[in-house]
């Protein structure tokens, strides 16, 4: 083993991690990115007169409504997404009787869990 060899090894063991840390998710839209998911996943039973929305209060039907919550108050804590009621829920995460989407629907692909998470994180933004 030569000295240069040993060099790259050195100087790639220590790049590549550091390579890894600055690299920062892209930044997740809501309109582009989030709504078409809840639109798919949820909006079906939270929009006004269906199950979701009558006994919870929460409402899909905008920006505003999302971010409003239930009657309870807020389920997105803007950067907060392991206290975001709304992450935990499709995360499974919550009370079993609480799986969301409910019932026996299909819970979200990892992927679409991931999108969600991430905006939370990213500062909910109305972007
Ligand atoms: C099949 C209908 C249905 C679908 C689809 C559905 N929900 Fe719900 N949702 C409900 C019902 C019913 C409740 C009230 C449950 C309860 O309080 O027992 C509820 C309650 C909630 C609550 C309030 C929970 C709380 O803390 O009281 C949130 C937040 C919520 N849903 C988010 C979502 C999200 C996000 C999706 C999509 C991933 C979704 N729901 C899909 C029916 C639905």
Not at 8 to 23: R, T
Not at 41 to 67: D, P, R, W
Request: a negative charge; charged letters at 20%; glycine letters at 8%.
């Amino acid at each position: 083993m030569n000295t240069k060899f040993l060099c790259c090894v050195a100087a790639a063991s220590v790049a590549l991690p550091l390579l890894a840390g600055c690299q920062r998710s892209p930044e997740i839209s809501y309109v582009k990115d989030v709504t078409p998911i809840l639109d798919k996943h949820c909006k079906a039973c939270h929009v006004a007169g269906q199950a979701g929305y009558v006994v919870s209060g929460f409402e899909l039907e905008s920006y505003e409504t999302l971010m409003k919550g239930t009657q309870y108050g807020p389920v997105v804590l803007p950067g907060d997404p392991l206290t975001s009621v709304l992450v935990m829920l499709v995360e499974g995460r919550a009370d079993p009787s609480l799986k969301m989407p409910h019932g026996d629907a299909k819970p979200l692909e990892p992927a679409e869990i991931a999108t969600i998470r991430q905006w939370v994180e990213q500062g909910a933004k109305n972007n």
